[in-house]
């Protein structure tokens, strides 16, 4: 049998820096070679054979890891949080991060990171760009109000973002000069073009033929629309990666975190360690979700007695991350017990 060669890689915006081990922990080669594509081929080409590499989850490994996958035995992408190793060391370098990956790699300490594939990675840039447009749509509407007030104009917050209204608005209010007046119609335009380009985005999400399916399912779920349908699909990527109801609820943010020593156990606020995508869509999703349906509305109740609005909130979007997951898993549509009953009455 041919023994496996072990690569850890540091990855850098213009430079990635390596490390070749064997088995037993021998160094083979080390250095530092340019970020780009011609590089990575002229390198892979001097690599001993058969190779499996590990690196550090950044903003540049993406490219990197679909570059390398055809050509290793294995590629694996480490969690950054979870590499105290590096985080703690007392001399910390690009040369000795690469060393460290390449140990954790050999010695099966790798602390592995869930890689989507490269299908959902394109599809999900597309959303969270969308996501960018709405900000800066809601900065714009922000910068009128904050325009008018500071012209001491009176205006109806309900309708101000109105077409017809904010026309009128200019048209007919003395108060507004025709500086001010000419920077409201550059806002206007702006969240107008926001919005169509905004619209334009969702709709291509929606019509792909790699969601459509599973999007339409999602949305049977009451009080699940298409932005929370498509973020849950584009951001869980494959939900059979988690075991139970528990980690899904965790990787979406929506638990604190557990400190215990001996007899005493803490439960801290919601943790830090989650897809802040996943977890600020749903919960914008479960403060709409009484209204869509009966039995989230009581859910909503009960928990509210018991504590506060946001208590109620967080177990109505623990309720629908359970719902998420069973019609994932099923590949079902969703389907309400109590029409299950009636039917069978």
Not at 29 to 37: D, F, L, M, N, V
Not at 284 to 307: F, I, T, V, W
Request: hydrophobic residues 40%.
């Amino acid at each position: 049998m041919q023994s496996m060669y072990y690569i850890g890689l540091d990855v850098h915006k213009r430079t990635i820096s390596y490390c070749v081990k064997d088995g037993s922990g021998k160094i083979h080669a080390e250095g530092t070679i340019p970020a780009t594509r011609f590089d990575l081929d002229r390198w892979m080409r001097t690599l001993p054979q058969p190779w499996t590499a590990a690196m550090e989850a950044t903003v540049f490994t993406g490219w990197i890891y679909d570059h390398l996958l055809p050509h290793a035995a294995a590629l694996k992408v480490a969690h950054p949080l979870m590499l105290r190793a590096i985080a703690a060391a007392k001399k910390k370098n690009d040369r000795i991060d690469a060393n460290k990956i390449c140990d954790c790699l050999r010695c099966d300490f790798l602390p592995e990171c869930y890689m989507a594939s490269t299908a959902i990675r394109e599809r999900r840039r597309t959303l969270r760009y969308r996501n960018l447009l709405v900000r800066q749509m809601v900065q714009m509407k922000n910068k009128i109000s904050g325009l008018l007030m500071e012209a001491g104009v009176n205006y109806n917050k309900q309708r101000l973002h109105k077409a017809g209204y904010f026309r009128e608005l200019l048209a007919t209010n003395p108060d507004i000069d025709e500086g001010l007046c000419g920077l409201l119609r550059v806002c206007r335009e702006t969240v107008v073009r926001l919005q169509k380009t905004e619209s334009a985005v969702v709709r291509s999400l929606e019509r792909d033929a790699l969601l459509v399916e599973r999007v339409e399912r999602l949305m049977s779920i009451p009080a699940v629309g298409p932005i929370t349908a498509l973020t849950w699909a584009l951001e869980i990527g494959d939900v059979q990666r988690f075991s139970s109801i528990k980690k899904a609820i965790s990787y979406c943010g929506l638990c604190g975190a557990e400190k215990s020593s001996g007899n005493t156990i803490q439960r801290t606020p919601l943790s830090k360690q989650r897809n802040k995508h996943l977890q600020t869509t749903l919960i914008e999703a479960a403060k709409m979700a009484p209204r869509n349906s009966a039995d989230l509305a009581m859910l909503y109740d009960r928990e509210k007695q018991k504590g506060n609005a946001n208590r109620a909130t967080l177990a109505v979007a623990r309720k629908l991350v359970a719902y998420l997951v069973a019609v994932d898993r099923r590949q079902k549509q969703f389907l309400v017990v109590e029409k299950e009953n009636c039917a069978a009455a």
